[in-house]
T-cell receptor, first 112, second 111 residues
Framework: GENVEQHPSTLSVQEGDSAVIKCTYS??????FPWYKQELGKRPQLIID?????GEKKDQRIAVTLNKTAKHFSLHITETQPEDSAVYFCAASIGGGNMLTFGGGTRLMVKP | NAGVTQTPKFRVLKTGQSMTLLCAQDMNHEYMYWYRQDPGMGLRLIHYSVGEGTTAKGEVPDGYNVSRLKKQNFLLGLESAAPSQTSVYFC??????????FGPGTRLTVL
């Protein structure tokens, strides 16, 4: 089955710096790669996603890049703010279906 | 729209007791999912449903059963709770091949 590895497990940055979180996946048939943000005690919420026919997608300060050949994708957050502090999860579809396999999460701390 | 709701929010069980978690969605989504979230392990899929009357096993199905008698509801059952099932349980729903919307979660402790 699909295996998703996420690094780093914790990341601390100064406010205004950039943050990068990386994920690798094993199933070459995966075609959907969402990123979720989970604040303490809250539900995961989608922040950005990318499909396999696109190499990069950007939404204001957030961007995701996908390298299908190397089977890895990354989340980039620029100009980080304290409210970006949360746990971020990457996920990959299992084959071409709707089911997702999640990475272990990255706890991002933005220091003011 | 309430989105995805879960009942109850918290529950404490003794080993061997049974319980049912209810998930409801008002977005007319075909797909529904149950995940468990444990520290450092992300979200793991327990069971899922691709439509009313259907269910299928996910990554960690042992010890759980599910039912989807109505399109808007997805029930997760624990027949004989074990301490290893202490976790936060999230339900989610989605239309075809698109974003999964999560409920607020149920924190379950098994003593």
């Amino acid at each position: 089955g699909e295996n998703v590895e996420q690094h780093p497990s914790t990341l601390s940055v100064q406010e205004g710096d950039s943050a990068v979180i990386k994920c690798t996946y094993s199933d070459s048939a995966s075609n959907y790669f969402p990123w979720y943000k989970q604040e303490l005690g809250k539900r995961p919420q989608l922040i950005i996603d990318i499909r396999s026919n696109v190499g990069e997608k950007k939404d204001q300060r957030i961007a995701v890049t996908l390298n299908k050949t190397a089977k890895h994708f990354s989340l980039h957050i620029t100009e980080t703010q304290p409210e970006d502090s949360a746990v971020y999860f990457c996920a990959a579809s299992i084959g071409g279906g709707n089911m997702l396999t999640f990475g272990g999460g990255t706890r991002l701390m933005v220091k003011p | 729209n309430a989105g995805v709701t879960q009942t109850p929010k918290f529950r404490v069980l003794k080993t061997g007791q049974s319980m049912t978690l209810l998930c409801a969605q008002d977005m007319n989504h075909e797909y529904m999912y149950w995940y468990r979230q444990d520290p450092g392990m992300g979200l793991r899929l327990i069971h899922y449903s691709v439509g009313e009357g259907t269910t299928a096993k996910g990554e960690v199905p042992d010890g759980y059963n599910v039912s989807r008698l109505k399109k808007q509801n997805f029930l997760l059952g624990l027949e004989s709770a074990a301490p290893s099932q202490t976790s936060v349980y999230f339900c989610a729903s989605s239309p075809d091949f698109d974003e999964q919307f999560f409920g607020p979660g149920t924190r379950l402790t098994v003593l």
